[in-house]
């Protein structure tokens, strides 16, 4: 964990603002600053909520806002727990019904399971998308710090077998959707975009 003091205290008062307009105020959520050079952030089930001294000195007020009640929004949601839940029941029954098989069955099986898994991955960032623009707007953020959020983190689109592969929805389709639900215009989305490029 990072012994930065006043980026602690920076992640935490915006990451409990918004937790505070979740619906499930039965988890006692933290938020902590990883002392890594790396960008990223990440909720564990029952509302550890981690991000990357990297990404939290890159992000403005608004911005942290958005990634941290994404972040919150994973935990509102369960999908920590689902995909647990999902992988061990997955493998359990695919021991069970392929363990006699070849290896070249077994690894197809696998292969099949984690596209559909990844696609499955993708709604929950939807949803977390959702819940993050709910939680920052509620808390007085405006939801143009999650456009340029998503901005910072690259514009890239994926294409080929990384498209399946991936975890995450393309950021310029994230961008598209908070737009739409945030009543953010296409130019002036891609106003937003380019400030922060």
Do not use: C, W
Request: glycine letters at 10%; zero cysteines; charged letters at 15%.
């Amino acid at each position: 964990l990072s012994t930065d003091a006043r980026l602690n205290n920076r992640v935490s008062r915006v990451g409990n603002t918004v937790a505070a307009k979740s619906p499930r105020q039965d988890i006692d959520y933290t938020f902590k600053v990883l002392n890594s050079d790396q960008i990223n952030a990440f909720a564990a089930p029952g509302g550890p909520v981690l991000i990357t001294k990297r990404l939290a000195s890159m992000l403005t007020d608004s911005e942290l806002a958005f990634v941290l009640a994404h972040e919150a929004g994973h935990v509102t949601g369960e999908h920590g727990r689902q995909a647990i839940n999902q992988s061990l029941l997955a493998q359990g029954v695919f021991g069970l019904l392929f363990g006699g098989s070849s290896q070249a069955t077994q690894i197809g099986v696998n292969v099949l399971y984690t596209l559909y898994n990844r696609g499955y991955s993708r709604s929950r960032e939807y949803q977390a998308d959702s819940y993050g623009l709910q939680f920052m707007q509620q808390a007085g953020y405006s939801g143009e710090g999650a456009v340029t959020a998503l901005a910072k983190l690259g514009m890239r689109k994926t294409s080929g077998i990384n498209k399946y592969l991936s975890t995450h929805p393309d950021v310029p389709d994230r961008i598209g959707r908070i737009g739409q639900s945030a009543g953010i215009s296409s130019q002036r989305q891609q106003e937003l975009i380019r400030s922060v490029q």
